[in-house]
């Protein structure tokens, strides 16, 4: 098919920074493995974060990885990708990879024309993250939902100020009583201490839990060296049949070298059979 747009998408896929460089050759005839590592790599360019699979060995694979780009292009990018032409992977393709490199190279451009100023030589070294672009947006969306939340939590808390502010100065203007004071002290005390108590048995369990572990980490070690000598003891004895499995062994292959010669030759006289038979049918009729 024809490439009317094949160079735009060439210029853009080198402004945008693809290592490599894409040819009219590579699309004359299906290429499925360049067509999805394009893909992959627009992908990654949008969001550095995405987790699609790029395995595409197989069939099963390959319709997989089409249906998921194009299913995060249109929630992510809501750009439509024509999957049967992607997943033709010749002239067709690039018309659909057209739509996502224009959308980048678009974006790239509103940064302020910084690749007009660029030389030659190094337009191909300019780098364009969307993704942390997209990022940026979605943590300005969580702080604003935040904002919301925290704004009505501190509207409903304003509201109960009266009643509070009420509470607490009559707090204020009661007479503290020392004998109150000192009981309610001496709970917060005994409070604290069962806290620094729990704490110090926790702490003696855990070092008791580690002396554990380090006696059967020892005893795990003794056994492996137990276990490796005992490997490199048997490595090391030779078997008392094997001298006899290898003498037999020899004998095997010389049987079966004969065995392949009369055969070669039964098969030899078999087909001169056959050709003296036919030769004599031919005479007769």
Known sequence: PALPHFSDFTEMMRALGYPRLISMENFHTPNFMLVSEVLLWLVKRYEPQSDIPGDVETEQDRVFFIKAVAQFMATKAHIKLNTKKLYQ????????????????????????????HLPEEDSTKFKFDLGSKIADLKAARQLASEITSKGAVLYDLLGKEVELREARTESLGRPLEINEAEKVMKIAINSVLEEVQKTKDMLNNVALDEANLEAKIEKRKLELERSQKRLQTLQSVRPAFMDEYEKIEEQLQKQYSTYLEKFRNLTYMEQLLDDHRRTEQEMFE
């Open 89 to 116: 992977a010749d002239g067709h393709a690039v018309k659909e990879l057209l739509k996502v490199t224009s959308v980048l190279y678009g974006a790239m451009n509103t940064q302020g024309g910084e690749r007009a």
